[in-house]
């Protein structure tokens, strides 16, 4: 292994959300920084669902709202409940921007172009093979036969962590931590997509569906719309797919773009993408794995560092606002006097006082609550099978109740009712 | 067009890659033969694995680079890596 | 010690353009560029004749700013130095109009060798190495395989379907390289490093080059384009015969007879 010419302070894997956050932050404040990423340009291997949180982002970013590719702010929510060829939804709607969509393959451009900005060095088309280890301490990265060295080495590579793996510092990712998520990305006009969904120029529609969407697998379905496209498809949670899945997994999304109550709105489109990533399906009660060691933090995908409450994802805000973190941590550890494990272990205490771990914490039966099964055929029959009785009795309309016991018989009995209902108030 | 089903290949090929010369996966066919469970056939989002007769066949060159096939193969036949110098998958709305 | 000028073109990654269903029109929102593959051959060959006898390679591209990228891809594979030749005069060009202009270019630079790759993915003429090598009075071997010094004179192969044929060429010369013939190596962090922290690209534009516009852009191309007609798309069959092989191959010969293929008696 050969020594490259150039060293750095901090050396920052993945520019994604939370690489990127952390190589900006250090850089803006005069460290030495090297964000290296193996796509061709930052974000072309980056694939998310479509909302991001805003106001994270603008605690990270100087100059966010100037610049951000914003393509339009969620004024809409739906979720659905699907089954059959029914759904029942609840739809909220204001005019407050608080998320908005976006393509995370733009945004993570913009952000990398941002760390160039502050100063920071971005490498693309490297793809790093490993974590230098020597002597107990990360000094670095390898690339082919090549090391480059720093003081610290900001790990953030994503869910699949093959350096962390490689490092022995984790274990491989567990099937029921992951879930699979599929997507089309569909082109419509700007208009067709305003027209199609009710909003208005600049405003957009986050729609998350449950039910027979993921052909009874556990996991949701969702559609986000952007500037002129939409973003179609779902999450199943991998630990149950591999049982339970019966056809090709892209037949399940296109299911969603052929389903007698969706087709209508993708009729005028053609795909423009087709495109697959892995999520954490884990919410912790505490951190998943150790998050710092001499000379190496993690943060963002790499460290589990997301909240998925199946009715919406905080990922990318996540993992920007860990990389911020980390970036926090490596200042504090320099003033300390370098980058060993103690003064890193700053971080996780950062981590804790932040809104992500209270969350995390607050959350973390979330996703014991989504592996139930009910939720996924049993309900959403149940509530159409309500309406339909409300709405489609053409000369005797049931009482609420009446509807009710008539559709939850031989569906569901009352105590396990009853304990969903309290599992899922007391988890989410 | 957009109202009937579409073959997974014409789906896919909205997509970019600029494939590496080399595999970026490798896969054990002997721990294949012996697979019963076979779930990368139907969860490899970009059906890089398929069944020709009785042998799994993997082709890498449409690979979305998700890691799925890693995780869910029983029997460890998936040797797994990124491809390299900015090669493989190029996402570009996603 | 050899000095090496290889040519590359920043394309679009045509492997990957589709059709609009609903206007049948290439569909080009959003497709990247990428350098011509069997360019990469060419520079692999550059850096392989580097490593054997030591040397300098400087890769030039025609082209507009974005390709600054494909330049810095071919830097970090390890080409020494880049030229960007850019300029609004000229575009619009065709082979006879680039050739001129990167003859121009390498004619500033000291070489023993160019390299040109076989064709483009976007246009595939195969004129521009051709083109370069008679502006250049040089003396040409297209379809290259492999190349090495002897005694001062570089050795190439050319490797045809049925034969090899070996040429000795005095240098300065000019090579194609065949397609599918080498694999470019891997992009290196320490020439990618080099390539963010000294910025080796260099611009030429046409106030440096001083060409005659008569000669460049779209007046320095006489080809004129009649028309362009589209191969309609011809729908993928595909059927699996399973069983006996003796019938299998009877069946696939019923086959194509049936569609008009194969015209046995
Ligand atoms: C289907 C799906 C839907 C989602 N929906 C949402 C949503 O709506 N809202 C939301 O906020 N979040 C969502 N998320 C989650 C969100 O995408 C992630 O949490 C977020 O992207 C994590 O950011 P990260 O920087 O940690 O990792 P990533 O975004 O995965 O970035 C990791 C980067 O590291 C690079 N890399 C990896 N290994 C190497 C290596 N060895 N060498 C060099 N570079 C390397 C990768 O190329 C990549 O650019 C979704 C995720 C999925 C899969
Ligand atoms: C009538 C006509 C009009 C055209 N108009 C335009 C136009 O308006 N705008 C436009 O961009 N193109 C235009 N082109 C295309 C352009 O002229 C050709 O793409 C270009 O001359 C190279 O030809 P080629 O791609 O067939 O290369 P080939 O001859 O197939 O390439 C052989 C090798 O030459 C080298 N090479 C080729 N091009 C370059 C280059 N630019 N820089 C360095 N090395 C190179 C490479 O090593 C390549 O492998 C036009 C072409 C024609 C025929
Ligand atoms: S799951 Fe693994 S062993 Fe089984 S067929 Fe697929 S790759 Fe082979
Ligand atoms: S990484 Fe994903 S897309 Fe690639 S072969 Fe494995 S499962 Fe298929």
Redesign the pocket.
């Known amino acids: 292994m050969k020594e490259v010419g150039y060293k750095f302070d901090v050396i920052v894997v993945g520019a994604g959300p939370a690489g990127s956050a952390a190589a900006y932050t250090l850089a803006k404040k005069g460290f030495k920084v090297l964000l290296v990423e193996r796509g061709r340009m930052p974000g072309t291997k980056n694939v998310f669902g479509g909302r991001v949180y805003a106001d994270p982002l603008r605690d990270v970013f100087d100059g966010f709202d100037d610049s951000a590719p914003i393509h339009r702010w969620v004024t809409k929510e739906r979720i659905s409940m699907v089954s059959g060829e029914a759904m029942t939804s609840f739809e909220f709607h204001t005019r407050k921007k608080t998320s908005f969509t976006t393509y995370l393959t733009e945004l993570s451009c913009w952000m990398a172009k941002r760390v160039e900005e502050a100063g920071g060095t971005v490498l693309t088309e490297i793809t790093v093979d490993e974590l230098v280890v020597e002597n107990g301490r990360v000094t670095g990265i390898r690339v082919g036969d090549e090391k480059v060295s720093s003081e610290v080495v900001i790990d953030a590579e994503g869910i699949n962590r093959l350096l962390l793996e490689r490092a022995g510092l984790v274990p491989k990712l567990e099937l029921r931590h992951a879930g699979l998520g599929v997507k089309e990305v569909i082109k419509l006009s700007k208009k067709e997509i305003e027209d199609l969904f009710g909003l208005e120029e600049g405003e957009g529609l986050a729609w998350l569906m449950m039910g027979e969407v993921t052909g009874g697998l556990p996991g949701g379905a969702f559609l986000y719309t952007n500037r002129d496209s939409v973003s179609l498809g779902l999450v199943v949670m991998l630990g149950e797919a591999v049982k339970g899945v019966r056809e090709h997994i892209s037949r399940y999304v296109e299911a969603l773009r052929l389903h007698p109550l969706l087709e209508r709105y993708f009729r005028n489109g053609r795909i423009m993408e087709y495109s697959a990533h892995l999520v954490p399906e884990y919410t912790w009660p505490s951190l998943p794995h150790r998050l710092y060691a001499d000379g190496l933090l993690v943060a963002g995908d790499a460290a589990g560092l997301l909240l998925n409450l199946g009715y919406n994802f905080r990922g990318v805000d996540y993992a920007a606002y860990s990389g911020y973190l980390a970036a926090k941590a490596v200042e504090k550890a320099h003033e300390m006097g370098g980058m060993t494990s103690e003064n890193l272990s700053v971080y996780e205490r950062l981590l804790e006082e932040s809104f992500i771990m209270k969350q995390l914490r607050k959350f973390r039966n979330a996703s014991k609550m989504r592996e139930n099964g009910r939720l996924y055929s049993t309900y959403p029959e149940v509530l159409n099978s309500v309406m339909d009785q409300l709405f489609h009795s053409p000369y005797e309309v049931p009482k609420i109740m009446e509807a009710f016991k008539r559709a939850r018989k031989g569906r569901i009995g009352w105590l396990d009712l009853i304990r969903d209902l309290l599992g899922m108030v007391r988890s989410i | 067009m957009m109202r009937k089903p579409m073959r997974v290949d014409d789906i896919l090929n909205n997509d970019v890659w600029d494939v590496d010369y080399e595999p970026h996966i490798r896969v054990d066919a002997t721990k294949c033969r012996e697979c019963d469970e076979k779930p990368c056939l139907l969860l490899c989002p970009a059906q890089c694995y398929t069944l020709v007769g009785n042998e799994v066949l993997f082709s890498y060159e449409g690979c979305l680079e998700c890691g799925t096939c890693r995780l869910i193969c029983p029997h460890d036949a998936v040797h797994w890596d990124y491809p390299v110098s900015g090669r493989g998958i190029h996402f570009r709305f996603s | 010690m050899l000095k090496m000028v290889v040519?590359?073109?920043w394309v679009p990654n045509t492997t990957s353009v589709n059709i609009d269903p609903k206007t049948g029109t290439l569909i080009r929102e959003g497709i990247p560029s990428v350098v011509?593959p069997?360019?990469l051959e060419?520079v692999e060959m550059a850096l392989r004749l580097k490593d054997e006898y030591g040397g300098k390679v400087t890769v030039?591209?025609?082209?507009p700013p974005s390709a600054i990228a494909g330049l810095e891809h071919v830097l970090g594979m390890g080409a020494d130095k880049a030229i960007l030749v850019s300029d609004r005069a000229f575009?619009?060009?065709?082979?006879l109009a680039?050739s001129y202009v990167?003859a121009k270019v390498i004619d500033r630079l000291d070489y023993d060798l160019i390299i040109?790759?076989?064709?483009?993915i976007?246009?595939?003429?195969?004129?521009?190495?051709a083109q370069v090598a008679s502006w250049l009075d040089l003396p040409y071997v297209y379809y290259v395989t492999h190349a090495e010094l002897r005694g001062g004179k570089l050795v190439v192969r050319r490797s045809l379907e049925n034969a090899h044929e070996t040429y000795e060429l005095d240098l300065p010369a000019l090579i194609?390289v065949a397609m599918h013939s080498l694999n470019p190596r891997r992009v290196k962090v320490s020439n990618k490093l080099r390539v963010k922290l000294e910025n080796p690209v260099k611009t030429w534009s046409n106030k440096l080059l001083g060409l005659d516009p008569e000669c460049i852009g779209?007046r320095g191309?006489p080809?004129?384009?009649s028309k362009i007609e589209m191969v309609p798309k011809v729908p993928r069959k595909n059927e699996i015969f399973r069983g006996d092989a003796r019938e299998a191959a009877k069946w696939l010969l019923e086959k194509l007879r049936g569609e008009g293929l194969l015209e046995l008696g």
């Not at chain 3, 030039?60 to 082209?63: G, H």
């Not at chain 3, 575009?91 to 082979?95: L, N």
């Not at chain 3, 976007?122 to 190495?129: I, L, W």
């Open positions: 040519g590359i073109k011509n069997h360019d060419a030039i591209t025609m082209s575009a619009g060009a065709d082979t680039t990167l040109f790759g076989q064709e483009t976007d246009s595939s003429t195969a004129h521009v190495g194609s779209l191309s080809t004129a384009l």
